[in-house]
């Protein structure tokens, strides 16, 4: 496979905060990969309920905190299609648009014990390579005891590397271990309502938007913030 492989780092982003990026860097570092896309969902399938802000505010948040980080950087492509943003749908769009490029689909452990849920969710590993980074404290042993219940359903057989699986095509399902970082968007966006700072939490250019866009995160993440 002498491909260039390029990381699809899916999320609601609703902000982007330092954990995405360390662990997009990580993964990235990790597989060697060629460069790394954040792709905003435009219209996210699981967080219905969610306060969201818009998504050209989303996107622009990605590209800030990215910065000039080299190999990095935002990919739009969910804003053109109507309905949910299904991850099969991105990923059979990029495959097909982009034939000379091998796609890795970055995903946490918490997404893929819930993949089952979601639409072809078992049959993305037929599409791209994943990469699994943990975050919730959940190991190796809870990677493969999924992977091993779904083996059938996903294609995936074991190899002689305890954190690799191969997939259908010879791409491959990876375990990365990343350091964790315990931020989460809800939380910064409880915070802000709370009044509290979100200082550390997302790059400096981030919260500088944020605080340029208070009128946007009161549409959008709900209850105002004292002030
Ligand atoms: P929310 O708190 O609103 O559920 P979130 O912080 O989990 O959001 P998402 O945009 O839903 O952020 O996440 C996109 C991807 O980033 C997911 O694969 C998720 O597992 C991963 N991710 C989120 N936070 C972290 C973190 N602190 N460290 C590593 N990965 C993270």
């Known amino acids: 496979m002498s491909h260039p492989v390029i990381g699809i780092f899916g999320g ?11 662990a997009a860097i990580e993964v990235a570092e990790a597989l060697g990969l060629a460069a790394v896309e954040f792709v905003p969902a435009a219209r996210p399938p699981h967080k219905g309920g969610e306060p969201l802000l818009d998504f050209a505010l989303r996107l622009r948040l990605c590209r800030l905190a990215l910065g000039d980080l080299p190999g990095f950087s935002v990919n ?27 796609f890795c689909f970055i995903l946490g452990m918490g997404d893929l014990l819930s993949l089952p849920t979601w639409k072809d969710g078992l049959n993305l590993g037929r599409l791209a390579h994943l990469a ?3 975050r919730e404290g959940l ?3 809870h990677f493969r005891a999924f992977v091993a219940e779904r083996a059938a359903a996903m294609g995936a057989v074991p190899t002689s590397e305890p954190a690799v699986w191969g997939l259908p095509g010879g ?18 966006r ?10 550390g939490l997302v790059s400096e250019a981030v919260r500088h938007e944020l605080d340029n866009h208070a009128a946007a995160l009161r549409a959008g993440w709900g209850r105002p913030a004292p002030a």
């Open 12 to 22: 609601t982003f609703n902000p982007v905060h330092v954990g995405h990026v360390r």
């Open 76 to 102: 739009a492509m969910e804003a053109d299609r109507p309905g949910p943003s299904y991850t099969r749908d991105t990923l059979e769009t990029l495959g097909r648009q982009r034939p000379d490029e091998e």
């Open 132 to 134: 699994v980074h943990a």
């Open 139 to 141: 190991g190796l042993p």
């Open 171 to 188: 791409r491959r399902l990876t375990y990365v271990p990343v350091s964790r970082l315990d931020v989460s968007s809800s939380d910064i």
């Open 190 to 199: 409880e915070r802000w309502r709370r009044g509290g700072r979100i200082h």
